[in-house]
């Protein structure tokens, strides 16, 4: 067998900035076989265990469920179904604890098992993959619940559909597990390699793919051998290579493990189907060969419970739902008085958990219980000596400092002009900082807070429209109404013209209220006329009692002390407007000086009468 | 279990402030031994004396601000500034001048900004051309190596030197000497072909005798900080550079106004500035295309100030000029972040 096996030509392998070293403390939990966990009592699925939309619960309270059976189905492209792990009784869908860095509570389907593990009728294997369309193959995978197993749970189906405009050349199988403790992919490499190929085979069929590239870290060297075997073994092993990478974290990233083994970088803020790769995680690699040759949903993996304060460190094949505090019992409990933090993932991205009885779920790698001295309180933070540790460790080739600065700061738009959003939240930076920030904490806050402003300018920007619109609306009303107003008064003042020929003097005759008006217009004008040879203006106060027309002089000299000049002309020519300006307040508030000021004026008015 | 959740990573720090500052003073020991066997007593009464007026000086501003004088002394950034002061400073400067240095260091150098992290200038280097502005003959008395001198000042004649002002045997003319970079100046300014200056017994075989070694332990201790991955490499590389750039080209020129490369490298501060100084990570860039520039610039100006200036060391000065230009050096050097596209 080894004479057939080509010689591997050293592949050239990239560096990406930065990364760093970090006691790997995968031996706690590398030995020894994967112990299949037992039934749990209770199955707690949530309905939201991938990126994207929750999924639409489809069965009752009290609704016999079946072991692989559809539960909830997917609600939106980006969403993923969830099947029953086991079958059972539907006891609750309700709020539950789940494994979320808020600890927060979401929906859950309840199960309470039967231990029979009756199966549900699953659908049929699509042996004969290699002569269906992508988008059958890419349906079923959709259908079987598959997501990211790496972590991030992105579901399977919509990231393999990269679409038509950006083939694909490249599979990267994600093999590196660089973050320390865990150890659930090195063994599914080391068990289960045969159906990683076979994965890999309907990957590169559907995605249309030239070439396989798995990349392994190179602290894990059974895992290694199993997967080199299981290529040889295979028929795909001229289009596969199993790639050793050297240990260092973060490589395992999936920018980062493409750029080590293809020396291509992701763009910021893009894909990796942009420069025609499609990276998937060894696990979801299987779980798709399952989907398609077996017709099986993703309702079991491979979970790492590990850390000094676990009684018996090791992996477990758990089905997804199973509560964490069964795990730990399953590995021999908690040590007394051991336990610092209980840890869901690992060491550098994973979240702390209060709560044991939060479920397993697709995406659920690891269980780290950390005693004190592996995980020892850092103390509080002392300022930045900027001593540049963070940036030199940075595999995205940030300043971390002065993202730090800026994000303190509160500085959104800074922040952002240091690429913030190409921070990948690896924890390389706040591992190596003297001073011992929680940067990482610093950078999420202001993710958060600049996602929560663009939702806001967003609803702004709406809010504007919606606003622009209804002032147009009314406008328009506004001028339909004066339209209709007009026409109205044409089609009046054209009746009784149709009436009698047009003439002033019997239009005058008509309407005798019109003629009146016309009149009395007329006469105004005659005394304007004369008024203006005298050289006067015109003045509507005239007939006003003294008392009325101080007030309008008090008035005028406010809007003259506010700044808005004469009205028409006069206030100069008119004393009295000076003498009794003198007491009168000038606005105080300049913006509102155009508005009426009611108090001074009310108090006027009621001096003048008494 | 419930507590205050601490966001990742949860692994063990590798890095501490107070670790960090502990080696720099460990690495300036060899340095340090080097300049008490060739000059004295002087430099250890005074790095006491340093120590203890910074660390009661940090203390005494850090109540003032109303927060934990223990935190704040702990972190050894104030006897790092005040170590480095006190090997920079003459070594029988009265204790009142050392006095003034450091409060002007801690107290409005660094503590005035901000405190540690904060503050644009290097407190030592501020602090030391205060004095050399405002006391420039007593900055610039110094002591000659043991070899030059028949009177080596003993324990008690330090002591009465730095606290009484009391010269040993009554003149200060009779024990002090020039620092050979002062020397080279003055000889160099009574236009003395360097053959005729290094013919005088105060020279060794590349710089002045004695100072030319203690160089040598300080780039120990710069090495030992390298091997620690306290500093990296870029800034004191870049300054070296830098320094013999111009060196060398101006004494290829004219070899015989202008001191050979290695003058310049082991005479003064160079070393020290280079390893200890220009690297101070408060004051210094950040990115490592920055330092490098940083560096550099430092290496040119101690140069330019040594060559043309009116002060015959310039290690402060340049430090302190290229503080001020550090923010923006940094923010025309960032890196190219992954996935970006690289820079025309």
């Known amino acids: 067998m080894q004479a057939t096996q080509p010689r591997f030509k050293q592949r050239q392998l990239w560096q990406f900035h930065g990364g760093i070293h970090i006691p790997d403390q995968k031996a706690l939990s590398a030995s020894g076989a994967v112990e299949p966990m037992p039934c749990p009592r209770t199955l707690i699925l949530p309905l939201q265990q991938h990126i994207g939309a929750p999924a639409n619960p489809i069965v009752k309270v009290g609704d ?11 609600r939106g492209y980006v969403c993923a179904p969830v099947h029953a792990s086991s079958s059972g009784t539907v006891i609750a869908i309700d709020d539950r604890p789940v494994p979320h860095p808020s600890g927060l509570s979401a929906p859950c389907v309840v199960i309470e098992t039967d231990g029979e593990e009756t199966w549900a009728e699953l659908p049929e294997p699509l042996a004969d993959y290699q002569s269906l369309d992508p988008a059958v193959l890419r349906e079923r995978i959709r259908l079987c619940g598959v997501v990211g197993m790496g972590g991030a749970s992105f579901p399977t189906s919509v990231k393999l559909n990269p679409g038509k405009d950006r083939p694909i050349h490249t599979l990267v199988v994600n093999g590196a597990e660089c973050e320390p403790y865990i150890t659930c992919d090195d063994l599914l490499m080391r068990e289960r390699s045969g159906d990683v190929l076979q994965g890999i085979r309907i990957l590169l069929h559907l995605l249309g793919a030239r070439q396989c590239l798995i990349g392994i870290e190179d602290n894990k060297p059974e895992a290694i051998a199993s997967m080199r075997l299981a290529r040889a073994e295979s028929d795909i092993k001229d289009r596969v290579e199993v790639v050793v990478i050297p240990t260092l974290y973060p490589s395992g990233g999936e920018k980062q493990l493409i750029k080590v083994l293809t020396g291509r970088e992701v763009p910021s803020h893009g894909i990796p189907a942009q420069i025609g790769i499609v990276c998937q995680n060894v696990g979801t690699t299987a779980a798709v060969a399952d989907a398609v040759l077996r017709g099986k949903p993703l309702i079991e993996r491979y979970v790492t419970v590990t850390g000094r304060a676990v009684a018996r460190p090791g992996n477990l094949l758990v089905r997804v739902g199973t509560p964490a505090a069964d795990l730990i019992a399953q590995r021999g409990g908690l040590r007394q008085g051991q336990l ?39 103390g509080p933070a002392l300022a930045c000596i900027r001593c540049g540790r963070c940036a030199d460790a940075c595999p995205a080739s940030l300043l971390p400092q002065q993202l730090y600065w800026y994000a303190r700061a509160k500085d959104l738009d800074r922040v952002q002009d240091y690429n913030l959003f190409d921070c990948i939240e690896c924890g390389c930076c706040a591992h190596v900082c003297p001073s011992h920030i929680p940067l990482v904490q610093y950078y999420r806050y202001a993710k958060t807070e600049s996602w929560a402003r663009e939702q806001d300018k967003k609803k702004a920007e709406h809010a504007k429209a919606r606003h622009t619109a209804k002032v147009e609306r009314q406008e328009r009303q506004e001028r339909e109404r004066q339209a209709k107003l007009r026409a109205k008064k044409e089609a009046v003042k054209a009746k009784p013209a149709a009436n009698s020929p047009a003439e002033g003097a019997t239009a005058a005759e008509v309407d005798p209220k019109k003629a009146a008006i016309e009149a009395a217009r007329q006469r105004a004008a005659a005394k304007k006329a004369a008024l203006a040879e005298q050289g006067l ?73 008494a | 279990m419930t507590g205050v959740v601490v966001s990742s990573p949860h692994s063990a720090r590798v890095n501490r402030v107070d670790r960090v500052m502990l080696q720099v003073v460990l690495a300036l020991i060899p340095g340090i031994l080097a300049m008490t066997w060739f000059f004295g007593w002087g430099l250890l009464i005074n790095i006491t004396l340093a120590v203890t007026f910074a660390v ?31 090997i920079a400073i003459p070594p029988i400067l009265p204790w009142w001048l050392t006095l003034i240095g450091i409060l002007f260091a801690i107290v409005v150098v660094k503590q005035l900004y901000g405190g540690l992290g904060y503050n644009p200038f290097n407190p030592a280097m501020a602090a030391y051309v205060l004095l050399l502005i405002s006391y420039p003959v007593a900055m610039t008395t110094w002591l000659p190596p043991h070899m030059l001198t028949d009177h080596p000042l003993s324990l008690l004649d330090s002591l009465r030197a730095i606290f009484l002002s009391q010269a040993p045997g009554g003149s200060w003319d009779a024990i002090t000497a020039a620092t050979p970079l002062g020397e080279m100046r003055t000889q160099l300014g009574l236009n003395r072909m360097i053959e005729e200056i290094r013919h005088s017994p105060l020279w060794g075989d590349f710089g ?24 990296t490499w870029h800034i004191p590389v870049a300054f070296i550079t830098g320094l013999l750039l111009l060196a060398g080209i101006s004494w290829l020129l004219d070899p015989q106004t202008h001191p050979f490369p290695a003058f310049h490298l082991f005479s003064g501060g160079a070393i020290l500035g280079a390893f200890f100084i220009a690297t101070d990570p408060v004051t210094a860039c950040t990115t490592k295309r920055g330092q ?10 101690v140069f330019i100030i040594r060559t043309w200036g009116g002060y015959p060391d310039a290690v402060a000065f340049a430090v302190l000029l290229m503080n001020i230009a550090a923010p923006t050096i940094d923010y025309y050097t960032q890196p190219r972040v992954f996935g970006h596209q690289r820079d025309s």
């Open chain 1, 64 to 74: 016999r469920v079946l072991k692989g059976q559809l539960i909830a189905e997917p």
């Open chain 1, 340 to 378: 610092r933090k209980l840890v869901c993932g690992g060491p550098m991205m994973g979240f702390q958990i209060d709560n044991q009885a939060i479920p397993i779920t697709k995406g659920t790698n690891c269980l780290l219980a950390l005693t004190h001295g592996e995980s020892p309180d850092p």
């Open chain 1, 537 to 609: 203006a015109p003045k509507n106060t005239e007939g006003l009692s003294p008392a009325q027309q101080r007030q309008v002089a008090a008035a005028q000299a406010r809007r003259q002390a506010a700044g808005l000049g004469e009205p028409e002309g006069e206030a100069k020519s008119d004393p009295p407007t000076q003498a009794l300006g003198q007491p009168q307040p000038a606005p105080s508030r300049g913006s509102e000086a155009e508005a009426p000021i009611p108090g001074p004026e009310a108090e006027i008015f009621s001096k003048e009468q």
């Open chain 2, 292 to 301: 490098l520039v940083f560096g550099a610039a430092i290496g040119a100006l």
């Open chain 2, 56 to 86: 009661g000086a940090e203390a005494l501003v850090m109540r003032l601000r109303g927060r934990s004088p223990v935190a704040a002394i702990s972190d050894l950034s104030a006897v790092v500034t005040a170590v480095l002061f006190a």
């Open chain 2, 208 to 231: 002045g005798r004695g100072w030319e070694w203690v160089g040598n332990w300080f780039l120990l201790g710069g090495l030992y900080l390298l091997w620690k991955k306290i500093i």
